[in-house]
């Protein structure tokens, strides 16, 4: 959202931001305020741009029609893809699949961060991921646990990250560089930090018998 044409020239003035970057916003939210007026005065044209910069992340944008819009009219709609689920018939198979899309988001010439978890489900995932992975070059990829539970003594890392290291990180010879563990000493800046990695490109969970996922 910007106010105004050159108006970052004014340096602030006439403008009263009521949120800062990384505040979460609910529709009705005051987001800032401003004297039209002032700006105009200026010399500055007091037009409000706001541009949607990431449209591929969405099947569709669709902007509103009205000549003029009011409060609490909507100025645009977003649509996301709907989630894609796929039946496999036996756990191998399901376990082939999910190394297919592994894959192929990790043999992607760009960075890539993959967002996993230990427990029985992957298990055979990481088998068969290891021996497709070891002594190639995945420099690109980068990994991280989706959850985490107590330290285990005599472990510098959680439950999860060292189930991690034992079922594939360390015998598919991953780059120490390459992993970024979740700890009791980071979680409290953990969503700032991958925010500014560039977030997931898949996050991979297990589903218990029970019902549960990860550790929760």
């Not at 439950?159 to 000493?185: G, Q, S």
């Not at 925010?195 to 996922?213: A, C, E, N, P, T």
Request: charged residues 25%; aromatic residues 10%.
């Amino acid at each position: 959202v910007h106010v105004g044409i050159d108006t970052v020239s004014l340096d602030g003035e006439h403008f009263s931001s009521l949120v800062t970057n990384g505040d979460k916003v609910n529709a009705g939210d005051l987001l800032l305020e401003y004297d039209y007026n002032a700006i105009e005065k200026a010399g500055y044209y007091p037009k409000t741009i706001v541009v949607v910069s990431n449209t591929n992340d969405y099947k569709r944008v669709t902007v509103s029609s009205a000549k003029q819009l009011y409060n609490n009219n909507e100025m645009f709609t977003v649509e996301v893809e709907k989630m894609k689920l796929i039946i496999t018939k036996d756990y191998e198979e399901m376990s082939q699949v999910a190394v297919e899309y592994l894959l192929g988001a990790m043999n992607q010439d760009k960075l890539v961060n993959l967002c996993i978890t230990a427990g029985k489900t992957p298990e055979r995932i990481y088998e068969i991921l290891t021996e497709k992975v070891k002594g190639r070059d995945f420099s690109n990829v980068h990994y991280y646990n989706f959850d985490e539970s107590h330290v285990l003594e005599g472990s510098d890392y959680g439950v999860t990250m060292t189930e991690l290291k034992k079922l594939y990180l360390d015998k598919a010879n991953v780059n120490p560089e390459n992993i970024h563990p979740m700890t009791m000493e980071n979680y409290e800046t953990w969503d700032a930090y991958v925010d500014s990695v560039g977030r997931f490109d898949i996050i991979m969970m297990g589903l218990g018998g029970d019902g549960h996922f990860c550790a929760n």
